[in-house]
């Protein structure tokens, strides 16, 4: 896909957030590229390169792209990096980026599908698009964002829905990929994500799911939530009574089913109360977790 196209797709997204009883105000949004994180070396592998004499070499990640919108002002800004579901971006992402931008932060729609010609994996068991290969999308994203001068570099965090939420909570996972990188996301946001139960984490992490989802099973971040709660980690959990998986799309007014990965239909609906409720939430969390020095 060119980024003409993009463009036009982006285009199309910010007239359907104007449409009538949607935010009227639509951020001037760019198209800009960079590519996902390479691990840096292990310990080990750095000392064998240094005790030989060699560097070690790093290739150079995959070239992604993504839509980056910016609040009203010159920042420097804090900025979240929003990560699509299984079925790539939807409008919902670019109605999430649009609220996030009314309240002051700078935010970049990560695309992990279009550039790698991959459409959907919500029907396969890992896919061309693992959440490890995603969370190092992510660390793509972050390195960009803090090469930006109106960019406040300690103030970013990522969020996630479903797959992306999975691809979120991986990036920033206590003892995952983020001991390899230098840079951190300074909080972690995710919707309706499948829960790993025996995940820590060592900074802020809200994770927000119905609790009528009969995709991601509630019962999993209620066992992560509860082991957090022992460890001393800062787990936030929000469970949404009668809410099912995709609640915060406001175009799913009647719902439908889409076949998963387990060979089951999971449905998908708006819930109007969950959905409101979650705004609140996220405008509090990120308050308190991206606030100024």
């Avoid at 007239?15 to 639509?26: E, F, R, T, Y």
């Avoid at 070239?63 to 900025?79: D, I, M, N, Q, V």
């Avoid at 009668?242 to 387990?262: I, P, R």
């Avoid at 449905?267 to 109360?273: G, V």
């Amino acid at each position: 896909m060119t980024s003409r196209r993009i463009l036009q797709r982006v285009v199309c997204l910010a007239a359907v957030l104007l449409q009538p009883g949607l935010p009227a105000a639509v951020h001037a949004t760019d198209v800009v590229h960079f590519d996902s994180a390479v691990l840096p070396p292990s310990s080990p592998q750095a000392g064998q390169a240094g005790a030989s004499g060699n560097a070690v070499a790093l290739e150079r990640g995959f070239p992604l792209w993504g839509h980056l919108s910016r609040p009203e002002g010159t920042g420097p800004f804090p900025a979240i990096v929003l990560m699509h579901g299984c079925n790539g971006i939807h409008t919902s992402h670019a109605r999430w980026a649009s609220m996030l931008n009314e309240v002051g932060y700078l935010t970049l729609i990560l695309d992990s599908f279009r550039p790698r010609s991959v459409f959907s994996v919500c029907g396969t068991v890992v896919g061309a698009v693992s959440p490890a290969v995603r969370a190092l999308d992510a660390y793509g994203a972050l390195d960009y964002l803090q090469g930006l001068s109106f960019v406040d570099p300690d103030r970013i965090a990522v969020m996630g829905w479903s797959h992306g939420g999975v691809s979120a909570l991986a990036a920033v996972s206590k003892f995952g990929i983020a001991l390899r990188f230098p840079w951190r996301f300074k909080a972690a946001i995710a919707f309706y994500p499948y829960c790993i139960s025996d995940r820590s984490f060592d900074l802020p992490i809200l994770i927000l799911i119905g609790e009528a989802d009969d995709w991601t099973p509630v019962g999993l971040c209620r066992q992560l939530h509860s082991k957090s709660l022992k460890g001393g980690n800062m787990v936030e959990l929000v469970t949404y009574p009668g809410a099912h998986h995709a609640f915060d799309a406001t175009d799913l007014q009647h719902g439908f089913s889409v076949m998963g990965a387990d060979g089951r239909r999971h449905w998908l609906q708006y819930n109007e109360d969950a959905y409101e409720d979650a705004v609140e939430r996220v405008e509090s969390f990120a308050a308190e977790n991206l606030s100024g020095p």
